[in-house]
């Protein structure tokens, strides 16, 4: 049985040219990057044509590339150092929104409890939050709004540049977690607006454990890994040098291909979408326009979204119900909660994440199966029961 894999906002596999530009650094390109021989000075080399290849990507100046690994550490260091800064001019106050992802909200939760206030911005049922009202919330202690770039679980992309001059207009540090949206959608730090950004290289075809944060020039950055004077003394450790090679290999070649993936996958994406819908009393979360061409997002009334998964896993269909840092957990997603939906309907749901890898048979299988799946849960469920009867009231 074909494995059909749809969960790549969880990870992706890597590119071979990922691969191809890993190896050497594996084998015979071994040096540490701060040793003074040769073989060091090569591999040091080898690891600021990265940084250079990264920053080129986002429209960045590679002293603002800084390599860590991966999404979670760089939004702690990013959130962090803007919150101490901030700290410095008697700013404790923080704007964010109520669906980021986890590595986000543990950080302010945590920094909550150091002191500062954070505020935590409503959703709009379309997965979408307003520069407006991001400028409404803004104070004179506000030290800095952290807003991702584009949702891992609806997949909804952020008025980012909006958000962004808001901020530059008040003197207000933009932060954004863009692990979801860089390779995959175009980023630009200086258009954008953005002063500091979290990406993850496994989000876009390179390897687990590496990624990087963008610090824009004049933003102190703080260090959080002590140690040595790595990464311009902001990261200890020494560079894992072969996954850093493979994510500027797999970045170039994602923003080199991103129009002809994009296309790909917005015609996949919006078929299964369209199929879906076709299932009574389904819905999509999160706008339809307004998404990541890879997304889709939907909740089928009177089913648990783990039975969905553990069905269509039997049938070789890799999905998720969420984020992959949370799919332990049996309470429904937070992201879902904050646009308004129900508990009963939040937990029935299901992610597919598609990458360019993905085919029209894929979505054959994958519009044969949901359906199926949902009938049969339906058809042992004493909820659906209840709810075909009339003795509880339909929400979708």
Not at 191 to 204: E, P, Q, T, V, Y
Not at 233 to 249: D, K
Not at 351 to 373: F, G, H, M, Q
Request: glycine content about 8%; some cysteine; aromatic content about 4%.
């Amino acid at each position: 049985m074909k494995t059909i894999y749809v969960d790549n906002a969880a990870t992706t596999a890597m590119s071979d040219r990922a691969i191809a530009a890993m190896t050497p650094y594996l084998k015979e390109i071994y040096g540490n990057p701060s040793s003074l021989h040769t073989a060091g000075q090569v591999a040091k080399e080898a690891l600021e044509n990265a940084r250079a290849d990264v920053a080129l990507c986002l429209n960045a100046d590679p002293r603002e590339i800084y390599f860590t690994s991966g999404g979670s550490e760089s939004d702690n260091q990013c959130i962090r150092s803007a919150a101490l800064n901030g700290l410095k001019k008697g700013k404790k106050h923080i704007i964010t929104t109520a669906f980021e992802h986890h590595a986000v909200l543990h950080t302010l939760k945590k920094l909550e409890k150091e002191g500062f206030e954070v505020t935590y911005l409503d959703v709009h049922a379309d997965g979408l939050v307003t520069a407006k009202q991001v400028e409404e919330a803004i104070r004179p202690d506000t030290a800095l709004v952290t807003v991702m770039y584009a949702n891992n679980e609806v997949g909804t992309i952020q008025p980012v540049r909006e958000i962004g001059e808001v901020c530059k207009k008040a003197g207000v540090v933009f932060h954004t977690d863009a692990v979801q949206a860089v390779g995959h959608i175009p980023v630009d730090v200086k258009a954008d607006n953005i002063d500091m950004l979290s990406l993850s290289a496994h989000k876009f075809h390179g390897a687990k454990g590496v990624g990087a944060v963008y610090c824009r020039k004049g933003i102190p950055l703080n260090t959080f890994v002590e140690g040595g004077a790595q990464e311009r003394g902001r990261r200890a450790g020494t560079e894992n040098l072969a996954g850093i090679a493979a994510m500027a290999a797999a970045l170039k070649e994602a923003c080199e291909n991103m129009s002809a993936n994009s296309e790909k996958m917005l015609a996949l994406r919006d078929r299964i979408i369209d199929g879906l819908l076709k299932i009574p009393h389904s819905k999509l979360n999160g706008d339809k326009v307004k998404r990541l061409p890879s997304n889709v997002n939907m909740c089928f009334e009177g089913i648990e979204g783990e039975g969905l998964l553990l069905h269509l896993d039997d049938r070789g269909i890799c999905a998720s119900s969420g984020s992959a840092c949370t799919s332990g957990s049996l309470d429904p997603s937070h992201v879902l909660l904050a646009l308004g939906l129900p508990h009963e309907v939040a937990h029935g749901s299901l992610r597919i994440s598609l990458s360019e890898y993905n085919t029209d048979e894929d979505a054959d299988a994958i519009l044969k199966a949901v359906p199926e799946v949902v009938e049969y849960l339906r058809g042992i469920s004493p909820v659906w029961e209840e709810l075909e009867k009339g003795e509880r009231k339909h929400l979708i």
